[in-house]
């Protein structure tokens, strides 16, 4: 027998909710990592920026499980019906999260590796790191 309507409807507020949450947290460390990375940090502020870089991608990834979630318990709600393409939060938002997720994994290990053995050039990968970081967020918010 199928849920009440309050049940499916409460199941799927809390997705949404749920993805809302972890989409703007996503976006406000992105963010910050971004502004941090413009400043050119050195010593334990670039220690602490390759840190929150490695914990991007396992925020990216709650954002996609957030997501896929939303299909399932809010795929008859507005929220999810009114998006401006099928799959959009089943396809569009999980890859976009999967790029950002390999472009911190990228950085990440580029800034451990300067930890280990300074790179003269870390200036520029603190540059296009931001960059990309950027670009990634643009995707993901302009989807």
Same mark, same amino acid.
């Given at each position: 027998?199928?849920?009440?309507?309050?049940?499916?409807?409460?199941?799927? =507020? /809390?997705?949404?909710? +749920?993805?809302?949450? !972890?989409?703007? &947290?996503? *976006?406000?460390?992105?963010?910050?990592?971004?502004? #941090?990375?413009? =400043? /050119?940090?050195?010593? +334990?502020?670039?220690? !602490?920026?390759? &840190?929150? *870089?490695?914990?991007?991608?396992?925020?990216?990834? #709650?954002?996609?499980?957030?997501?896929?979630?939303?299909?399932?318990?809010?795929?008859?709600?507005?929220?999810?019906?009114?998006?401006?393409?099928?799959?959009?939060?089943?396809?569009?938002?999980?890859?976009?999260?999967?790029?950002?997720?390999?472009?911190?994994?990228?950085?990440?290990?580029?800034?451990?590796?300067?930890?280990?053995?300074?790179?003269?050039?870390?200036?520029?990968?603190?540059?296009?790191?931001?960059?990309?970081?950027?670009?990634?967020?643009?995707?993901?918010?302009?989807?």
């Amino acid at each position: 027998m199928g849920e009440s309507k309050t049940k499916t409807l409460l199941r799927g =507020t /809390r997705a949404i909710l +749920s993805y809302r949450r !972890e989409r703007d &947290l996503l *976006i406000k460390q992105v963010t910050s990592i971004i502004a #941090k990375l413009q =400043t /050119r940090p050195q010593g +334990s502020d670039l220690v !602490e920026i390759t &840190l929150n *870089i490695g914990s991007l991608s396992m925020q990216a990834n #709650k954002v996609k499980w957030a997501s896929e979630n939303l299909t399932v318990e809010a795929k008859d709600m507005r929220y999810v019906t009114s998006q401006p393409y099928p799959d959009f939060f089943d396809k569009v938002i999980p890859k976009r999260c999967v790029q950002l997720s390999a472009v911190s994994k990228h950085y990440y290990h580029a800034l451990v590796t300067h930890a280990l053995h300074p790179i003269k050039r870390i200036e520029e990968i603190e540059r296009t790191a931001a960059v990309d970081l950027h670009v990634s967020l643009a995707n993901l918010t302009h989807s």
